[in-house]
């Protein structure tokens, strides 16, 4: 017999993914497990400004987000700077006309790097509710007309390169990063209400646990997490994973207890934690630290569960994506990877045809691997530990630091231009 709790946990848990429904792309990486993929595998291989485009919406200025996708509505986050708002844009799927935009005026000076203007964070959805975090200028939640459900001010978020994670839907919560910052909150918030059911600090960065092999910086813009955090079922219970300065850790993601601790990263994590088979990867940024930990620990598995790490390794800024206990992924300057999940190595390295820079993260699609560079040129790729494997390219020549979100047999594209719709 099944245990009563064990059929709990799976009913909330395949409750709260949606990544198994084709139709729908309701966060910046698809789902609460931050898998980049998509249960569609017959997705546009192809396309380019005159080529499978449905439909083109100019935007009005810069922005780094991802869409999301719910029905049949396409969700944007998008700064203002002439009105210092930073706003939540509503499209028709159908058409890309606008349906509405809802924003929050903030005037307070915010510091940012020139490469990542403000609402670089992108929406979480599900039915008839949207909730977007602006930095700054809070958190505010939405039904899916636009009207206000809540909205919430936590203060300003400190660092020299501004912010970028993404709040995550589980359940009945929300979960929100407010970071990077030296006051950095991971919080769970009340879905209905945005009232807090639990929170937890950040402590301060030690530079006496620096493994990285760097000399030691305490200017502020080498520390900090942009990591999105990713929810996973183990065996016997569900953890919230996230990628701090110098550890991975996991929460019970309905109480916030600290379920482990993993010690090995650097002090600044751009990626957000790939889950597959067990084993949880995550990569500092800029050559830092990549470790690989099984879940399901207690306390302190630095040395009980961390399977390997890889000091200054390949990590980026996009986040990759797994398959078979692969992990596929890029670095900053064009060069994609095939790693052991199990022992770290690298199986292949290749550059990507092309521009090639990239700050975005990869889609899953089947057995193809969908890229986006910031030049605005994809390539497909197979998904294979036998090598390198090019099946197609495109190139939309608009600037992105976005990703591709994919949805009901579209894949959806924000440039610094405009947001595309790619259909076959």
Known sequence: MIPVRLICLLVLFCGSVLSARADVWPSWRGDILGSGKVSEPDL????????????RIDLPEAGNSTPVVFGGKVFVT??????????????????????????????????T??????????????????????????????????TELWKRDFGAIDHVWGNSSSPVIYEDLVIH??????????????????????????????????????????????????STPIVVETADRVELIMSFPQELKAFDPLGGEVLWTCEGLNPLVYTSPVYD????????????NSIGVKVGGNGD??????????????????????????????DAGGIVFCDDMKTGKTIWKSRLPGAGKSWGSFVLAGDHIYTLSQAGDSVVFEASPEGFKVIAQSDLAEHTNSSIAPADGQLFIRTHEALWCIEE
């Open 301 to 330: 598995v630095t040395a009980s569960h961390r399977l390997w790490q890889e000091v200054r390794h390949n990590g980026g800024i996009g986040t990759g994506v797994a398959k078979g206990g692969k992990l596929y992924y890029q």
């Open 177 to 226: 990063y407010h970071g990077p910052a030296e006051n950095a909150v991971l919080y769970a918030l009340n879905k209905e209400t945005g009232e807090t059911v639990w929170k937890w600090e950040e402590p301060a960065w030690n530079p006496e646990k620096r493994t990285d092999g760097f000399s030691d910086r305490s200017e502020k813009g080498v520390i900090g997490s942009f």
């Open 44 to 55: 546009p291989l192809e396309w380019g400004a005159e080529k499978n485009v449905k439909w």
């Open 277 to 288: 088979d067990g084993i949880v990867v995550a990569m500092g940024g800029y050559h830092g």
């Open 113 to 146: 790097h020139r490469s990542n203007p403000f609402c670089s964070a992108s929406p979480a959805v599900e039915e008839n509710f949207v909730v977007v975090s602006h930095g700054s200028a809070g958190v505010a939640a939405y039904d899916h007309e636009g």
């Open 78 to 111: 998008q700064p203002l700077s002439a009105d210092k708002s930073r706003n939540l844009m509503c499209f028709s799927q159908a058409d890309g006309s606008l349906l509405w935009q809802k924003g929050i005026i903030y005037t307070e000076d915010e510091r």
